[in-house]
């Protein structure tokens, strides 16, 4: 019988190989980071599906897909930031906008209220983002090199980027004024 955190294992090695893919060059290999990003997207709603199908929900099973999800964020935005689509500076505000929305959803757990999904920019969101933008940034370098990596002084990663970190912050003063009304 399949185990549901070996597939959250597996969904964390095919987030690993979409940073990795990202920090490379030439720029086809955005699209082989396109393809990681779905597979991680992929098996990580297997876990849970499997996980309930198997009855085999649990508060370990939950706590394992949420630390592994955070670390797959990390491993794909810092391949990005890393790589030649984006600069540190604004990979980094990335980071930390989507690690503290993802903080604030189980700051409200903590909490003993309900973990807090809603915003401006879930994980799913951002999967679906980095799954289309980069493909969509290697036919711009393959039609216009010039066009392509400057859009406004940013390629269009680097706007996806710049994105994740506005809505991720406004996403986590979202919820911490949602869990701040709930605590009342």
Known sequence: MINPNHLSLVSLAFAFLAGFFFTLQPAY???L????VAMNGLFDALDGEVARITQKESKRGDFVDHVIDRYADVFILAGIAIGAYCS???????VIGVMLASYMGTQAQALGLRRE???ILGRADRLALLTIVPAIQYVLIQANRDFANDILGFSLIGWMMIYFGIAGNATALQRAYKIWKSLA
């Not at 540190?88 to 990335?94: D, E, I, K, Q």
């Open 33 to 36: 980071g396109c393809v990681m």
């Open 117 to 119: 999904y809603r915003g």
């Open 88 to 94: 540190l500076f604004v990979g980094l505000f990335a």
């Open 29 to 31: 290999f955005l699209l």
